[in-house]
């Protein structure tokens, strides 16, 4: 059974920095993008951001200029560095990633349980 790991998540003060980690919890054949979502209370789920196999990246515009995402492919982790940390980035993180479990697999989505963050003013 793949899993997606997160850890990190926290208590932080606003202006302070948090980096949130995911990890795939056992070898599958690939990873396609990877990524991060965040889900405030009462609020839909939203993409904060992603990173393909490429590196190319996607952020929201309201996270652009403030966080990073990144990944190690030889460990097959993502990771997203919170700069300037704003109550409103108050939410659970879901770490999210494409795999390929097996080389006939087909490619699907997988998410990880969430990770509480917490921005206090």
């Known amino acids: 059974q793949v899993e997606l790991v997160e850890s990190g998540g926290g208590l932080v003060q606003a202006g302070g920095f948090l980096r949130l980690s995911c990890v795939v919890s056992?070898?599958?054949?690939?990873?396609?993008?990877m990524g991060w979502y965040r889900q405030a209370p009462g609020k839909q789920r939203e993409m904060v951001a992603t990173?393909?196999?490429?590196?190319?990246?996607n952020y929201a515009d309201s996270v652009k200029d403030r966080f990073a995402v990144f990944r190690d492919n030889t460990r097959n982790m993502v990771y997203l560095d919170m700069f300037s940390v704003k109550p409103e980035d108050t939410a659970v993180y879901f770490c999210?990633?494409?795999?390929?479990?097996?080389?006939?697999?087909?490619?699907?989505?997988?998410w990880g349980q969430g990770t509480q963050v917490t921005v206090s003013s």
């Open positions: 999210y990633a494409e795999l390929r479990s097996t080389l006939t697999a087909a490619l699907r989505d997988y």
């Open positions: 056992r070898n599958i054949f690939s990873i396609g993008t």
């Open positions: 990173i393909s196999t490429s590196r190319s990246t």
